[in-house]
């Protein structure tokens, strides 16, 4: 069971919000954010996206259909998106200690405390995301009563990519009709599941290995946390590749990391996009979609250079969602083509890369 012990989510503008324990009593620090989906906590607190970063769900009610067993298939987790909890914390307005669903194995509390990631229940979340809503995401921390201090913490001064990537190079499917390189930022394994399940070779390196001294047919380059400005590494070794001709997406941070090396500006946005249900239309066409998406950062479109184009445009703020280059096999995507808990209109996100191949 949970303790119900009194804790404190404190902001950087002095704003205290007043809950309970139900995760590890760990005091704890980070950026704070909201995300607006019903579904999906299991694979939103394991999305290494949100390194660094306190998750604010707004849906009201957290914990119903509990966290089912880690299992893997060939190495790869069969219901998570990375090895670990990636969170720094987790706030929700109700939490459900009992839960029913046909693959649970444990609560989300118990789930929390194995990976010492606190959790606060009992907060206005509604007041909550609306102080986040007008003054943008917040840096905060979470502080048990009688405990020890801490500091502020900002994830984005520091190079998260480099904390969320694998440390060596990681091969799947050796026997696949195609090779694929996957860099690695920090990525969600349902990636590499869509990949791997396209019957593709998949070398995973890390985020600054230079992948151009390998032998492959096309370059994916993966979601990630943080300030892509860390990435110049990957940026340089992206521009090598864009000398030749062979295929190259990227998702989310990879979005980024593409449109840095083709000349383009990231800016931080207010509060970022997380949610499942974020429509955004392909340009030059009348295709709409529902998307899943992560991010705190996004491409100035009208930084794109002569050669570049944007590919899709979020119908919300107008905010870009993708580019592709004009005569290259060049593209990519900010939102999550790949969400497991999300809608899967834009898996097709998939095929296109590997047509190209």
Known sequence: MHSDKPVQLILDDGTVF?????????????????????????????????????????FPLVGNYGVPADTDTNGISDFYESEKIQVSGLIVSDYSAEFSHWNAKKSL????????????????????????????????KIVFKGADEIDFYDPNIENQVALASCKEVITYNESGDKTVVLVDCGTKLNIIRNLVKRNVKLIRVPWNYDFNQLEWDGLFISNGPGNPDFCEETVKNIRKAMKGDK????????????????GA?????????????????MVNSTKCFITSQN????????????????????????????IKHKTKPFFSAQFHPEAASGPTDTEFIFDLFIEKL
């Open 265 to 281: 500006t990231i800016y931080k946005l207010k509060y970022g996009h997380r949610s499942h249900n974020q429509p955004v239309k």
């Open 295 to 322: 991010h705190g950062f996004a491409v100035a479109n009208a930084s794109l250079g002569n050669e570049w184009e944007p590919l899709f445009i979020n119908l919300n703020d107008g905010t870009n969602e993708g």
């Open 18 to 58: 007043e809950g309970k324990s139900f995760g590890s009593e760990k005091a704890s620090a980070g950026e704070v954010v909201f995300n607006t989906a019903m579904v999906g906590y299991t694979e939103s607190l394991t999305d290494p996206s949100y390194l660094g970063q306190i998750l604010v769900i707004t």
């Open 247 to 262: 295929p190259i997406c990227g998702i989310c941070m990879g979005n980024q990391l593409l449109s840095k090396a083709g």
């Open 109 to 140: 509390g118990e789930w929390l405390k194995e990976h010492d990631v606190p959790g606060i229940y009992g907060i206005d979340t509604r007041q909550l995301t609306k102080i986040l809503r007008e003054k943008g995401s917040m840096k905060g």
